[in-house]
C-alpha cells in the first residue's frame, strides 16, 4: 500500500524557490549601499567570488538563496527610503550643486595626476574592470582607484589591505580617495603555501606517500585558488572573475564544445628522406605553466570590428587564417584544421600568426580579422602565481620530492582546465583564459618546433602541447633537464632503411 502519510509530509515541506531580480538589479542594489562583494559574502558565509557570479546570471539555491533574498528584498526596502528623505532635500540643495559643477572643457584630454601610471581623467569613461564610469586611467586603460567604486572583489581586499597598512593618500578630488596602485601597494611576500600543505599533509597521514600524493592532488583547485588569492594581493590590475561572456565562448550543448578554435598542433612530415634515421621524441617540461604567461583580458570583453588589432588588449577574434606554404617543414600555425573559411582564435593564435607573417619572418600574409571581443589586458596578470609554482616544482626536483611534484602539477593543470565551464572551480568563470593559456602553450611548441628547423634540425611531428619530434643534434639546441626552459627525452626510434 502506498504511505500516502509520507506523501503529504513530502507536500507539506515542498515549496517552490525564492524568486531572485536579475543579475543586474542585484549587483546595483548591493552598490546603491556602498557594500562590497567581501562584506556581503561575509555575512552570507560564501566567498566573494561566489556573489560575482551570482552577480552575472548564476543563481544560489538553497537556505543560502533564501538569505540572498532576504538581503535583496531589504536592500529595496531601504533604498526606496532612502530616496523618498533624499527628494524632499533635492529642491533646497539643487542651486548649490549647479554651481559646483566645473568640469574641464576638453573633455577627451587626460590630466597628469603627479603618477606616472595614474591620470584624472577630463571626462568620466568605461572602466576596464567593471564596466562603471572612472574618472581616472592606470597605465592607460580607464580604471577606478578607489576599490569601494569598482565591482571586484579583489579591489576590496586591496583596500582593506591599503587601510590597515598604508598613511592616508592626497585626494584627487572632493569626495574620492587615491588607494595606492602597483609600486604603491606591495603586500608582504607570499607564504609558502605549498610546503605548509604538503608538510600539513603528510604529517596526517603519517607519512604514507601514496596518500598524502592522492590527498593533496584532490584539494590542488580549492589551493591553487588560494595561491593565486595571495600572489594577486597588491597587484596593479584587477580582474572580473565571473565576467559575462559572448556566445561563442559558450559550449552548443551540454556535452559539445564552443566555437573557439585553440590551434592545437597535430602534425607529421609527410615525408622523410631516402635513408636510416634516428629520431628523438622531445617532451617540453611545464608546458601550462610556462602558458601562463601570455596576454589576458582583465575585465568584461567588448564587441569590435573592423581589420584592426589593438595590442594593449586581448581576447578572441574572427580571422580568416592566411594561406599556409611550408606545410612540408613546419606546422600551420592554427594546428591541423581542414575546414577552410573564417574560425574564431584566442589571442595568442592572432599573435603568432601576426608575428610569422611580419616582416622579420614573412612566412605567410597577415591574417584577416572580422571582429573580435577583447579587454584591456596584461602579459603578467599571472606572473607571481606562475614563479611560485615554478619554484616550488624545482626545489620539489632537486630534492627529489614526488609528492610535492604531483601536488604543483596537479595545481597548475587543472587550474586551467577548471576555469572554463566547470562544476570543479566556482571560484573563477573564465573561459577565455581557459583559451588564451591553452592555445599559447600550442603556440610556445611551434616556436620550439621553428627554432629547431632554424638551428638546423629536421621536424619530424608536433603533437598537442609538449611533444617534438626531432632528427639530429638536438643537444646543441635545447638544453637537457627536467626544469621549465628544458626539455628530456620522450623516446628514440629508428625509421627507414640504410
Known amino acids: 500500500m502506498t504511505d500516502f502519510g509520507a506523501i503529504d509530509a513530502?507536500?507539506?515541506?515542498?515549496?517552490?524557490?525564492?524568486?531572485?531580480?536579475?543579475?543586474?538589479?542585484?549587483r546595483t542594489l548591493r552598490e546603491e549601499l556602498n557594500l562590497s562583494r567581501a562584506q556581503l559574502?561575509?555575512?552570507?558565509?560564501?566567498?566573494?567570488?561566489?556573489?560575482?557570479?551570482?552577480e552575472s546570471g548564476r543563481d544560489p539555491s538553497g537556505e543560502v538563496r533564501e538569505k540572498y533574498a532576504y538581503f535583496l528584498e531589504a536592500a529595496r526596502t531601504k533604498l526606496a527610503a532612502e530616496?523618498?528623505?533624499e527628494a524632499s532635500a533635492e529642491d533646497s540643495a539643487s542651486s548649490e550643486s549647479d554651481s559646483q559643477d566645473d568640469a574641464p572643457a576638453d573633455a577627451g584630454q587626460a590630466e597628469d595626476s603627479g603618477d606616472d601610471d595614474v591620470a584624472v581623467l577630463a571626462a568620466p569613461q568605461p572602466c576596464v574592470l567593471c564596466g562603471e564610469p572612472a574618472r581616472h586611467q592606470v597605465a592607460g586603460f580607464p580604471q577606478h582607484l578607489d576599490p569601494a567604486e569598482c565591482g571586484s572583489s579583489e579591489s576590496v581586499k586591496a583596500a582593506e589591505t591599503a587601510e590597515k597598512t598604508e598613511p592616508a593618500q592626497p585626494q584627487s578630488e572632493p569626495g574620492v580617495r587615491v588607494v595606492p596602485v602597483g609600486r604603491r601597494l606591495q603586500a608582504a611576500d607570499t607564504p609558502d603555501l605549498i610546503g605548509t600543505a604538503v608538510a600539513a599533509v603528510l604529517a596526517e597521514h603519517s607519512g604514507d606517500v601514496e596518500s598524502a600524493t592522492k590527498a593533496l592532488v584532490k584539494r590542488a583547485i580549492p589551493d591553487a585558488m588560494a595561491l593565486l588569492d595571495h600572489s594577486r594581493m597588491g597587484g596593479r590590475y584587477d580582474v572580473v572573475a565571473h565576467p559575462w561572456m559572448p556566445d561563442v565562448l559558450r559550449?552548443?550543448?551540454?556535452?559539445?564544445?564552443?566555437?573557439i578554435w585553440e590551434a592545437r598542433p597535430k602534425w607529421s612530415r609527410s615525408e622523410l628522406p631516402a635513408g636510416k634515421h634516428e629520431i628523438t621524441a622531445l617532451d617540453v617540461n611545464g608546458a601550462y605553466l610556462s602558458a601562463l604567461?601570455?596576454?589576458?583580458?582583465?575585465?568584461?570583453?567588448?564587441?569590435?570590428?573592423?581589420?584592426?588589432?589593438?595590442?594593449?588588449?586581448?581576447?578572441?577574434?574572427?580571422?580568416?587564417?592566411?594561406?599556409?606554404?611550408?606545410?612540408?617543414?613546419?606546422?600551420?600555425?592554427?594546428?591541423?584544421?581542414?575546414?577552410?573559411?573564417p574560425l574564431w582564435v584566442t589571442e595568442s593564435t592572432l599573435r603568432l600568426l601576426l608575428r610569422v607573417s611580419g616582416p622579420k619572418y614573412g612566412l605567410c600574409d597577415p591574417p584577416e580579422i572580422h571582429e573580435s571581443w577583447t579587454s584591456g589586458?596584461?602579459?603578467?596578470l599571472l606572473e607571481k602565481f606562475r614563479i611560485a609554482l615554478k619554484d616550488a616544482r624545482d626545489r620539489a626536483i632537486a630534492d627529489n620530492d614526488d609528492v610535492t611534484l604531483e601536488y604543483v602539477k596537479a595545481m597548475y593543470s587543472k587550474f586551467v582546465s577548471t576555469m572554463g565551464e566547470s562544476n570543479y572551480n566556482r571560484e573563477l568563470y573564465r573561459t577565455d583564459w581557459m583559451h588564451l593559456?591553452?592555445?599559447?602553450?600550442f603556440a610556445n611548441l611551434w616556436w620550439k618546433a621553428h627554432r629547431a628547423y632554424d638551428e638546423g634540425l629536421m621536424v619530424v611531428r608536433a603533437m598537442g602541447t609538449d611533444e617534438l619530434h626531432v632528427i639530429g643534434d638536438w643537444r646543441a639546441v635545447f638544453a637537457e633537464g627536467r626544469g621549465v626552459t628544458e626539455v628530456k627525452v620522450k623516446d628514440v626510434y629508428t625509421v627507414?632503411?640504410?
Not at 593559456?437 to 602553450?441: D, F, K, M, P, T
Request: net charge negative.
Open 10 to 26: 513530502l507536500l507539506a515541506g515542498a515549496k517552490k524557490e525564492v524568486p531572485l531580480p536579475s543579475a543586474e538589479e542585484r
Open 41 to 54: 559574502a561575509q555575512a552570507l558565509g560564501v566567498s566573494p567570488s561566489t556573489v560575482g557570479g551570482w
Open 83 to 85: 530616496a523618498a528623505e
Open 251 to 259: 559550449k552548443q550543448s551540454s556535452r559539445g564544445a564552443d566555437q
Open 293 to 341: 604567461k601570455t596576454h589576458l583580458p582583465l575585465g568584461q570583453l567588448e564587441h569590435s570590428t573592423g581589420n584592426h588589432h589593438d595590442r594593449r588588449r586581448a581576447g578572441i577574434h574572427l580571422i580568416t587564417p592566411p594561406d599556409w606554404e611550408h606545410d612540408a617543414y613546419l606546422p600551420n600555425p592554427i594546428g591541423s584544421r581542414d575546414e577552410p573559411g
Open 377 to 380: 589586458a596584461t602579459e603578467g
Open 437 to 441: 593559456i591553452r592555445s599559447q602553450a
Open 496 to 498: 627507414g632503411t640504410g
